[in-house]
C-alpha cells in the first residue's frame, strides 16, 4: 500500500497541479489522503505521518509567519506533502517556499477550478491500489494513445504521448535492437547491447536501471521489439504503470510492425535487382528497377559482413547473432540497404552521386570505422567485414559484391584486427584466384614445393620466412622485425632454406620467379 508524491502528483486531478516548492521530498511516501482545513500549533500528538494533505490554507490568513510554522509543524510531524487551492489567500511569500525547499516538504499549488474530489477519489483508489483504479487510469491512458494513432500519429507520436504519462524517457527498439522511437536523446544503448535471449510479451520485467516489455503479436510467435522505460533511479513501476506499460504495448506493437514492413518492403526489390544481375539477367534487373523506380544512383559498393566463428547456438538466426552489425549500420543511415545474401550481412551504403573514386572509399572507411568501433566497444568484434572495390555504376555492382566475397575467402587473420578493402588486398586476392588453378599450382610446387613440405612436416615458417624477406628488399633487419624474430634467427631459417633449394637466387628474373611461386604456395586453396 501507498505511493511516493512523485507517482501521486499524475493521478486523477492532481495532474493539473503545480510543484512550487518542495522538491527534494517528492520520493516521500503517500499512504493516506485528507483535508487540512484547521490546525494550531499545540496539536503535536497528532499522527500525521505519511499524509498528503488538501487545503485552502484560508485558516492561515495572510500571515506569513504562520504559514512558515505550519510548514515546520507539517515536517516535523511526518507529513508527506502539502496541496493547496490557489485563489482563497494571498500568493505565498517567498520565504514560505524558502522553508519547503529547505525541509522538502512537497508544496503543490492547485488551479480553484478543481473540486477535492478530482483529488480525493483517484488519490484515496490509488494508494489503496484498488485494481478497478488502476484498470480505469490505464484504459484512459490507453484510449488517449489510441485516439493519437487514428489521428494518424505514428511510432515517435505515442512513444512521446507515454513518456510523458510516466514522465520517464522511452524508447522502442526492434527484435535486433535497433532503435525505431525515442521520446528524447535517450536511445536505450547500454540495453541494446545486452538484450535478454527470451521474454514473455507483454510482461513487464524489471531491471536495475530500466522497465522493459517485450512487444509481440502472440505469445506463441517471435517478439517484434521492445518497449523500455528508462529508470535511473531504480525504482519498481507502481501498479498503475505496469499496466499502463502493459496496455500500451499492443498498440506500439502495431506501429513498430508497420515501420519494420515498410523497411522490409523498401529493401526487398533492391535485393531481388541484385540478384537478377547475380546471374547475369541484366534485363531482368533493369526492368525491375524500372518498374519500382528504383534509385540505383547511390549505390557503388557492397559491403560483407560474416560471422568470425559458428554460434554455439545452431538454433540462432543470422539476424539474431546480427544484432550489433544491424544497430551500428542503422545508427549511421536511418534508412539502410542491408539484408541477408548467402548466409551473410549485405549492406549498400548510399554515397551522394558523383563522388569521386577517391571520396568514395574515404567515405566508406569512415563508416566502417564507426561501425567496426560500437563493434568492439560492446564486446561484439567477432565479425569479418569485407568491403568491395567501389564501380563506376549500379549496373556493375555485383562485381563489388564478388570481390568482397574474394576478401572474405582470405585467411581469416587479415581480417582479425577490423573492415578490409579489396582495393587494400588485391594483390593477395588475385595470387588466390591464380594459385587455385592446377598449371599455377604445379608450377609452384616445381619451384617451392621442397620448402612446402618441410613447413608441413616440421611445423616450420620457411615459406613464409622467404617472402618476408623478399618483400623487405631482402633487408635482414626489416625482415626480422616484420617477422618478429631475432635477425639471428632469420639467418638461420636463411641458411636453412639455401640448404633446402640449393642456393637462393640473386639474379633479378630468377627471383622474382620464386618470389611469386612463394605467393601463390602461399595463398593456394
Known amino acids: 500500500m501507498g505511493m511516493t508524491v512523485d507517482e501521486a502528483s499524475s493521478v486523477g486531478g492532481m495532474k493539473k497541479a503545480r510543484l512550487i516548492a518542495g522538491k527534494g521530498g517528492q520520493s516521500n511516501v503517500v499512504n493516506h489522503v485528507n483535508v487540512l482545513e484547521t490546525v494550531t500549533e499545540h496539536e503535536e500528538d497528532w499522527d500525521m505521518r505519511h499524509h498528503l494533505f488538501l487545503t485552502t490554507l484560508s485558516f492561515t490568513g495572510s ?25 482563497l489567500i494571498e500568493p505565498l511569500q517567498p520565504a514560505v517556499l524558502r ?21 480525493l477519489t483517484p488519490l484515496i483508489c490509488a494508494v489503496q491500489r484498488e485494481d478497478g483504479y488502476v484498470a480505469r487510469e490505464a484504459g484512459v491512458i490507453q484510449q488517449q494513445l489510441l485516439t493519437e494513432m487514428l489521428n494518424g500519429g505514428g511510432l515517435t507520436t505515442l512513444v512521446s504521448l507515454l513518456a510523458s504519462v510516466l514522465r520517464r524517457s522511452v524508447a522502442v527498439l526492434d527484435d535486433r535492437g535497433v532503435l525505431y522511437a525515442a521520446s528524447d536523446e535517450w536511445g536505450a544503448t547500454d540495453i541494446a547491447a545486452n538484450l535478454p535471449a527470451s521474454i514473455a510479451p507483454t510482461k513487464t520485467v524489471v531491471r536495475s536501471a530500466a522497465w522493459m516489455i517485450a512487444l509481440g503479436r502472440r ?7 521492445y518497449l523500455i522505460v528508462n529508470v535511473p533511479d531504480g525504482l519498481a513501476p507502481s501498479a498503475l504503470e505496469v499496466a499502463t506499460m502493459e496496455q500500451a504495448a499492443a498498440l506500439l506493437t502495431l506501429e513498430l510492425t508497420k515501420q519494420r514492413v515498410a523497411d522490409e518492403a523498401y529493401a526487398e526489390p533492391f535485393r531481388d535487382w541484385l540478384a537478377y544481375l547475380a546471374v547475369g539477367d541484366v534485363d531482368r534487373a533493369n526492368a525491375l528497377a524500372l518498374a519500382k523506380s528504383l534509385d540505383l544512383a547511390p549505390l557503388c559498393v557492397a559491403i560483407l559482413f560474416e560471422p568470425a566463428r559458428p554460434s554455439c547456438d545452431a538454433s540462432a538466426t543470422l539476424e539474431a547473432k546480427g544484432r550489433a552489425i544491424w544497430r551500428a549500420i542503422y545508427a549511421i543511415e536511418p534508412k539502410p ?13 548510399s554515397i551522394p552521386h558523383g563522388a569521386s573514386a577517391s571520396g568514395t572509399r574515404e567515405a566508406i572507411g569512415i563508416r566502417l570505422r564507426q561501425i567496426w568501433d560500437r563493434l568492439t566497444d560492446t564486446g561484439h568484434g567477432a565479425w569479418r567485414i569485407a568491403c568491395g572495390a567501389p564501380v563506376e555504376s549500379a549496373a556493375h555492382l555485383y562485381r563489388s559484391v564478388q570481390d568482397a566475397l574474394a576478401v572474405l575467402a582470405l585467411e581469416a587473420p587479415a581480417l582479425a584486427d577490423g573492415p578490409v578493402a579489396y582495393d587494400d588486398v588485391a594483390l593477395d586476392v588475385l595470387f588466390r584466384q591464380i594459385g587455385s588453378q592446377p598449371v599455377a599450382r604445379r608450377w609452384a610446387d616445381s ?58 637466387p640473386i639474379r633479378d628474373g630468377a627471383q622474382f620467379a620464386l618470389h611469386f611461386a612463394l605467393k601463390l604456395s602461399r595463398n593456394a586453396d
Open 447 to 504: 619451384v617451392v614445393g621442397a620448402l612446402a613440405s618441410h613447413d608441413r612436416v616440421q611445423k616450420s615458417e620457411l615459406v613464409l620466412t622467404l617472402e618476408a624477406f623478399f618483400d623487405a628488399g631482402q633487408s635482414h633487419k626489416l625482415a626480422a622485425h616484420r617477422l618478429g624474430i631475432h635477425p639471428k634467427t632469420l639467418k638461420y631459417r636463411l641458411d636453412k632454406i639455401e640448404q633446402i633449394l640449393g642456393c637462393v
Open 99 to 119: 522553508m519547503a525547499d529547505e525541509l522538502s516538504l512537497p508544496l503543490f499549488e492547485l488551479p480553484l477550478s478543481v473540486d477535492y474530489a478530482e483529488i
Open 219 to 225: 505469445p506463441d510467435t517471435p517478439i517484434d521489439g
Open 337 to 349: 540497404l542491408v539484408f541477408e545474401w548467402d548466409g551473410r550481412l549485405l549492406w549498400l551504403p
Open 63 to 87: 500571515d506569513t509567519n504562520r504559514q512558515i510554522a505550519l510548514i515546520r509543524q507539517l515536517s516535523r510531524g511526518g507529513c508527506a506533502a502539502l496541496v493547496f487551492q490557489a485563489g
